[in-house]
């Protein structure tokens, strides 16, 4: 039987197996009906990781409501959030530099950007290094390589950084954590 | 009576997967969690314990470990509570389970990708021995100021001419952070390098959670002219099975009174004697 107990335990599990391997690609089957102007795969990772301890910013009312409704989390205009959602054409500088990256102590009170791009699998090439990598990943997704630039340029100071986790409009998913040396192709 | 899938609730789930998360986003990182009540004691493998009820699903295949044995009272408790409350199916074969949860070995089979193994651990600071305050050693980690971990070390070879430290040898993960592995003899130490599967350190009690994505940099703490050094099993065998080169343990047979070898890790044991032809 399929619940959502089971949904979001599968889900979970493919973000253990992407954030422990950067560059991965995996499709969701998460099956919900979605109100929000989100992809399936997206509202799947708010499904799985977001609840009443969670804050979280998106630029739409109407998404806002919903990830609030169906989870409880407390959504805000901050963009040092726990989480923030955003579509790859909405991003902005302000999104990266006031993102939290933890602080020397606490590297674990950052911001994981849950970014929805066009397209995984085509679009800009990316060379991909870091722990969870045996050699080096290539992987190619439609995000301009100036945003990918300044994330690593918040993740110069490793334990400080923020992750990604990047979903795209076919259902498609991949992380790549603050560890990971991102190099354009 | 009822219980919700994986004994526990939805929401303390998410808290762990969350947490994990960020564990494996900063390896050898101690990130602080919720840990929650279970119908074991506090450091008896409950922070493994969450770790594992946080990850298993309908897919899943568990192997439970104590010691290196499938057998023991904590390994079979720990698998008929995950069983019970989730239904998965369960295997001695380190190579069949998916997840395995562990107390104080890293099985004698490689980790495969995909697999992940969940280590319980007592004390995951690796600094506590020379501090007592958890704020002084999270400041201690924040400056990467490690001289603590080295002085114990460093003591030990004044005092002995060796390094003594035999479980728990303290680590160096992506050359950041110093981390406790769990009580492993120091024979598992090398196992955890550049390794193909996940590895998941909980400490229920200490409240801690920390990860070693595959391939990562782990190297024991060592100096120059005092090499970091592994238990030699080379020139003993094993009584039962005729197995040399794996973690033994000593034991004395209280007829003869004579010191023999078995090897710790039972399944792979039990494997190596059923392998056709190793009868002799």
């Known amino acids: ?185 | 009576m009822r219980q919700n899938y994986a004994f526990l609730d939805e929401n303390s789930k998410k808290e762990i997967r969350r947490k994990t998360l960020k564990a494996i986003a900063i390896p050898g990182y101690q990130v602080p969690f919720a840990s929650r009540e279970l119908p074991i004691a506090r450091g008896w493998g409950t922070g493994g314990l969450q770790l594992t009820l946080s990850l298993a699903g309908q897919s899943d295949t568990v192997k439970v470990i104590d010691q290196g044995s499938d057998e023991s009272v904590n390994a079979v408790n720990i698998r008929k509570l995950i069983q019970d409350t989730t239904g998965v199916p369960d295997t001695i074969h380190t190579d069949a389970a998916t997840l395995i949860q562990s107390r104080h070995r890293i099985p004698e089979v490689p980790l495969k990708p995909y697999q992940i193994l969940v280590l319980q651990v007592p004390m995951p600071e690796p600094l506590r021995p020379v501090e007592p305050q958890e704020r002084v050693t999270k400041m201690l980690h924040a400056d990467k100021e490690y001289s603590g971990a080295w002085l114990r070390l460093f003591e030990q070879i004044m005092n002995y001419d060796s390094i003594t430290e035999d479980a728990d040898y303290p680590v160096l993960v992506e050359g950041r952070y110093v981390m406790a592995p769990s009580p492993i003899p120091r024979f598992d130490n090398p196992k955890m390098d550049n390794n193909d599967g996940l590895i998941l350190l909980g400490a229920g009690r200490e409240k801690k959670i920390c990860a070693l994505p595959p391939y990562t940099k782990v190297k024991s703490l060592a100096f120059e002219d005092y090499p970091f050094e592994v238990e030699s099993f080379d020139d003993v065998i094993c009584r039962q099975s005729g197995l040399t080169g794996v973690y033994m343990d000593e034991l004395i047979d209280e007829e003869t009174g004579e010191t023999y070898y078995q090897t710790n890790d039972t399944s792979y044991m039990q494997e190596a004697m059923n392998r056709e032809g190793s009868v002799k």
């Open chain 1, 1 to 185: 039987m399929q619940t959502m107990v089971h949904m979001t335990q599968q889900h979970y599990r493919e973000l253990v197996d992407l954030y422990s391997r950067p560059g991965e690609i995996r499709i969701s089957g998460f099956d919900t009906s979605n109100y929000s102007t989100f992809s399936d795969s997206t509202l799947a990772t708010v499904l799985t990781l977001f609840d009443n301890e969670v804050s979280f910013s998106t630029s739409l009312k109407q998404d806002a409501e919903e990830f609030s409704t169906l989870t409880g989390a407390h959504c805000t205009e901050n963009l040092d959030a726990e989480f923030v959602v955003v579509k790859a054409g909405e991003l902005t500088e302000k999104i990266f530099h006031e993102a939290a990256v933890g602080t020397l102590g606490s590297p674990e009170q950052s911001t994981t950007l849950i970014i929805e791009v066009p397209s995984i699998g085509e679009g800009q090439k990316y060379a991909l290094r870091g722990p969870g990598i045996k050699d080096i990943n290539t992987l190619e997704m439609t995000i301009d390589a100036g945003w990918m630039a300044l994330r690593s340029e918040k993740c110069l100071e490793f334990p400080l950084g923020i992750d990604l986790i990047i979903a795209d409009q076919d259902n498609q998913l991949c992380v790549i954590p603050r560890t990971t040396k991102v190099e354009v192709k």
